[in-house]
């Protein structure tokens, strides 16, 4: 556990499913300053975004659909087949993310606790970790994160099962957990019961 100190910056994760963004919402009405990496991300692809004038020369005019946003579903077909890929398109998504990332916290009140909402933070080796004073895990069974992601989206369970694979284990992102909210059979008055208590751990409150 990190000591708790002044905290200002928290490091929000949880892999896929698990209500890591029910539980960012929560905190952003507790008073949180929510920096969104995956709405940063979506932005620099959309149309006219900062992104796509790079991801056009290294991928091709294939890789924009007719909109000029990122092709996701090929960029997605694409890095499955291709690992090289996804390190290419990252090397040209992360500086800018980390950029709009910084200019978006310097927006936050004077005092307002930080959050960084950073879906791939422990995959991230010690870079997110060394940003923030504390990361924050939404934790749960990989069946219920399949299970939630199955019914919201429709995916087949080979789909999820692919996208929980890329992802950091279970163990990997406890491993770089300050603190933990275990999401699992809990209703959305208990689940921000305990979201209200690391907030009131954050502002050493009793």
């Not at 950091?168 to 933990?180: H, K, N, S």
């Not at 275990?182 to 209703?187: A, C, D, I, K």
Request: aromatic share 4%.
């Amino acid at each position: 556990m990190a000591g708790l100190g002044v905290v200002k910056k928290i490091g929000l994760t949880g892999g896929i499913g698990s209500g890591k963004s029910t539980v960012a919402a929560m905190l952003v009405e507790l008073g949180a300053h929510l920096v969104d990496l995956d709405a940063i991300s979506r932005a620099l692809t959309a149309p006219g975004g900062g992104a796509i004038a790079h991801i056009q020369t290294q991928f091709g005019a294939d890789f924009v659909d007719a909109q000029g946003a990122m092709d996701r579903t090929r960029m997605r077909e694409l890095a499955f087949a291709d690992p090289g890929a996804l390190i290419r398109l990252e090397g040209i998504l992360h500086p800018l993310i980390g950029q709009h990332a910084d200019l978006h916290a310097d927006t936050a009140q004077s005092g307002q606790i930080i959050v960084y909402d950073v879906p791939l933070l422990a995959e991230s080796g010690t870079r997110w970790k060394e940003k923030v004073d504390r990361v924050l895990v939404v934790d749960c069974p990989i069946e219920t994160q399949i299970d939630r992601v199955m019914a919201r989206s429709g995916w087949p369970r080979e789909a999820v099962e692919q996208v929980i694979a890329k992802q950091a284990t279970r163990a990997m992102r406890l491993a770089v957990a300050d603190d933990v909210i275990v999401n699992e059979g809990l209703s959305l008055d208990e689940l921000k019961q305990e979201v209200t208590k690391v907030w009131r751990l954050w502002n050493n409150h009793a």
